[in-house]
C-alpha cells in the first residue's frame, strides 16, 4: 500500500520543506522498526522503488528508479536537505527493509504538517502500511502540540483510503498533481487528522 505525501512532492523532494522540530526517535511497533535510513538500504531501495506499481502512487518518485537515485535520497537524507523525520520503515524481528516514511511541514501549500510513505509491492495488503500510518500519527501527536496533520492519497487509491480514516483522517478537499510515472495528472484527496480524532481512535484501538 502506498500513500501520496502531498500535490507535487514525495519523501524524496525536500528542499523547500520547513523541518518540524522533532527529535526523531527511532519508533518501534508491534511488528516495524522505523529507523533513520543508511547507506546499506540503497539496494533495497533501488528494488523496491523500482516498480511502476508504487511510482504511479506517488507525484514525484522518477521510473525508472536506480541506485543512483537511491544514493543521492541517502545523501541528501544525511545532509539534512530532506528535513522532518525521515525513517525507513524496517521489519522488527529480521531488519528487513520495506520503505520509506516520514513527517514534514509544508508552509509553501496548506501550511500544515503531513505524514506520508511508501511501502514495497511484497509488503502490501499485511497490515504493515497501517502499522506504520498509526506509528507516524502516534509520534506527532505525542510529541508536538499540534492540532492537525495531513495525509494524502490518489483519489483511486481507496486502500490508502480507508488507512487514513482509521487513522482519524477526514476528507478535506481534492486537488490535483503531475505524475511523472504516468506522465499525466492525476486526481488526490487530502485528509487531515486533528488531535481530537486522534484521541478517539486511539482509544478506540485501546478498547480492542
Known amino acids: 500500500m502506498v500513500l501520496e505525501l502531498d500535490e507535487d512532492r514525495q519523501l524524496e523532494v525536500g528542499e523547500e520543506l520547513a523541518a518540524l522540530q522533532l527529535d ?65 520503515v524496517t521489519e522488527a524481528r529480521t531488519g528487513r527493509f520495506m520503505g520509506v516514511a516520514g513527517l514534514h511541514e509544508d508552509r509553501s501549500r496548506f501550511d500544515l504538517p503531513f505524514a506520508g510513505y511508501w511501502l514495497g509491492e511484497p509488503y502490501w495488503g499485511k497490515g504493515y502500511a497501517s502499522e506504520a500510518a498509526r506509528a507516524l500519527v502516534d509520534l506527532f501527536f505525542k510529541v508536538t502540540d499540534r492540532d492537525q496533520l495531513l495525509i494524502s492519497c490518489r483519489a483511486d487509491n481507496h486502500g490508502s483510503r480507508r488507512i487514513i480514516e482509521k487513522c482519524g483522517g477526514r476528507y ?14 492525476q486526481h488526490l484527496d487530502h485528509y487531515r487528522v486533528t488531535r481530537d480524532d486522534w484521541v478517539e481512535t486511539a482509544h478506540c484501538r485501546q478498547g480492542n
Open 172 to 185: 478535506w478537499k481534492s486537488g490535483t498533481a503531475f505524475n511523472r510515472a504516468l506522465g499525466d495528472i
Open 24 to 88: 526523531c526517535p527511532v519508533i518501534e511497533t508491534e511488528r516495524l522498526l522505523l529507523r533513520p535510513p543508511h547507506g546499506d538500504d540503497v539496494e533495497d531501495i533501488a528494488v523496491l522503488a523500482n516498480n511502476y506499481n508504487v511510482a504511479k502512487m506517488l507525484s514525484s518518485m522518477p521510473h525508472p528508479y536506480f541506485a543512483a537515485d537511491a544514493r543521492d535520497f541517502i545523501d541528501r537524507v544525511k545532509r539534512a536537505s530532506v528535513h522532518g523525520c525521515v525513517y525507513a
